[in-house]
């Protein structure tokens, strides 16, 4: 398989801390991206950043990306309740550019 | 926009039974795909299509059929449905066909085969 792998699969943090999250995939890419699930919904697109890139910041998600270590973090800062839910990452690859692979998520839980 | 729209929300069908589920997007994106989503797996996908009359297997396709006869919709067919199929299946799509855009997913549609 040449999905990515996040890390740890359950996060369980209170409110007002920092939530880090890893992702770790098998092949060169030329994107990786980041969505999040609340519980029985679809998929929702939280950032985006390209192989040249090795950081990028949306309010208050910051994504980090080395691909010598093939691998991603996504932290957010300062969570709140509105927060918990299942968050992957996933990988267009190189030699497969029509593909986006998902890994198996991290499911975040913010405690109020 | 309504976005991406799949239906039905959910369905119980018997082994054996043929279905299609629906997935229609208003944003005129080229690339349309389905994914499946199973307890500790995650997203795996099964076809994908990068444009009216062009699809292409995905990771896991076999026990379904797809068709892109418009840009608008991109329907999954169960020929014979099986229990392994039981299943959360998702419809995403996105502007570009080469993958620098992010995907937009329908809510989902929860199939139980008994």
């Known amino acids: 398989s040449q999905q990515g792998e996040e890390d740890p699969q359950a996060l369980s943090i209170q409110e007002g801390e920092n939530a880090t999250m890893n992702c770790s995939y098998k092949?060169?890419?030329?994107?990786l991206q980041w969505y999040r699930q609340n519980s029985g919904r679809g998929l929702v697109h939280l950032i985006l950043i390209r192989s040249n890139e090795r950081e990028k910041h949306s309010g208050r998600l910051r994504v980090t990306l080395d691909t010598s270590k093939k691998s991603s973090s996504l932290l957010i800062t300062a969570s709140r309740a509105a927060d918990t839910a299942s968050y992957f990452c996933a990988t267009v690859f190189g030699g497969a550019t029509n593909k986006l692979i998902f890994g198996t998520g991290t499911l975040l839980a913010v405690q109020p | 926009n309504a976005g991406v729209t799949q239906t039905p929300k959910f369905q119980v069908l018997k082994t054996g039974q043929s279905m299609t589920l629906q997935c229609a997007q208003d944003?005129?994106?080229?690339?349309m795909s389905w994914y499946r989503q199973d307890p500790g797996m995650g997203l795996r996908l099964i076809h994908y299509s990068v444009g009216a009359g062009i699809t292409d297997q995905g990771e896991v396709p076999n026990g379904y059929n797809v068709s892109r006869s418009t840009t608008e919709d991109f329907p999954l067919r169960l020929l014979s449905a099986a229990p392994s199929q039981t299943s959360v299946y998702f419809c995403?799509?996105?502007?570009?066909?080469?993958?620098?855009?992010?995907?937009?997913f329908g809510d989902g549609t929860r199939l139980s085969i008994l």
């Open positions: 092949t060169s890419i030329n994107n």
């Open positions: 944003m005129n994106h080229e690339y």
């Open positions: 995403a799509s996105r502007e570009d066909r080469v993958g620098g855009q992010p995907q937009h």
